[in-house]
T-cell receptor
Framework: GAVVSQHPSRVICKSGTSVKIECRSL??????MFWYRQFPKQSLMLMAT?????????EQGVEKDKFLINHASLTLSTLTVTSAHPEDSSFYIC???????????FGPGTRLTVT | GENVEQHPSTLSVQEGDSAVIKCTYS??????FPWYKQELGKGPQLIID?????GEKKDQRIAVTLNKTAKHFSLHITETQPEDSAVYFC??????????FGKGTRLHILP
């Protein structure tokens, strides 16, 4: 099956700093990537949809200036959490899909802890 | 927008017995329904999916059924094994390829 990687798997940062998370599709070209956030014992909540070469589309209630998304190539999307605060601590997961197919393949997630 | 309800939130079954998880969706335009298994600290893994033009799909011990009229779909796991213990999410594909998740079912397989 298709493989999606994320880096880093875990990150700890201080309040007020920024942190970047990478999402890569390893064996296919992903025209669309999605970013989700998951709090403990909760479901995945879609944050934004990212299409290669265009601006991301954010879900209602997600601050686009705080969660910067860049999808510069067909195999890489990045999520930057700017001016992180403890309430941003969460499990961030990306998914990727090919054009014309329904299946989405998820990365292993990134555990962000803001101290 | 699409809304997916999932029941039960927790399910305990004896090893070897069957487990059933049920979901409903709200948007009749949804046409793709994946199921994901998530183990602790990992991303969701696609285990089976079904499209709206099919009523049932089976893959070894896992099967999914879909009732479009009632907007219900269910996951059936037979002959459960300890490694089936995990959180299972149903989901529905909404507009713009968005995947909307149910709240999840924590499945415990009892020895």
């Amino acid at each position: 099956g298709a493989v999606v990687s994320q880096h880093p798997s875990r990150v700890i940062c201080k309040s007020g700093t920024s942190v970047k998370i990478e999402c890569r599709s390893l064996d296919f070209q992903a025209t669309t990537m999605f970013w989700y956030r998951q709090f403990p014992k909760q479901s995945l909540m879609l944050m934004a949809t990212s299409n290669e070469g265009s601006k991301a589309t954010y879900e209602q209630g997600v601050e686009k200036d705080k969660f910067l998304i860049n999808h510069a190539s067909l195999t890489l999307s990045t999520l930057t959490v700017t001016s992180a605060h403890p309430e941003d601590s969460s499990f961030y997961i990306c998914s990727a899909k090919l054009a014309g197919v329904y299946e989405q393949y998820f990365g292993p997630g990134t555990r962000l802890t803001v101290t | 927008g699409e809304n997916v309800e999932q029941h039960p939130s927790t399910l305990s079954v004896q090893e070897g017995d069957s487990a059933v998880i049920k979901c409903t969706y709200s948007d009749s335009a949804s046409n793709y329904f994946p199921w994901y298994k998530q183990e602790l600290g990992k991303g969701p893994q696609l285990i089976i999916d079904i499209r709206s033009n099919v009523g049932e799909k089976k893959d070894q011990r896992i099967a999914v059924t879909l009732n479009k009229t009632a907007k219900h779909f269910s996951l059936h796991i037979t002959e459960t094994q300890p490694e089936d213990s995990a959180v299972y999410f149903c989901a529905a594909r909404a507009v713009h390829d968005k995947i909307i998740f149910g709240k999840g079912t924590r499945l415990h397989i009892l020895p």
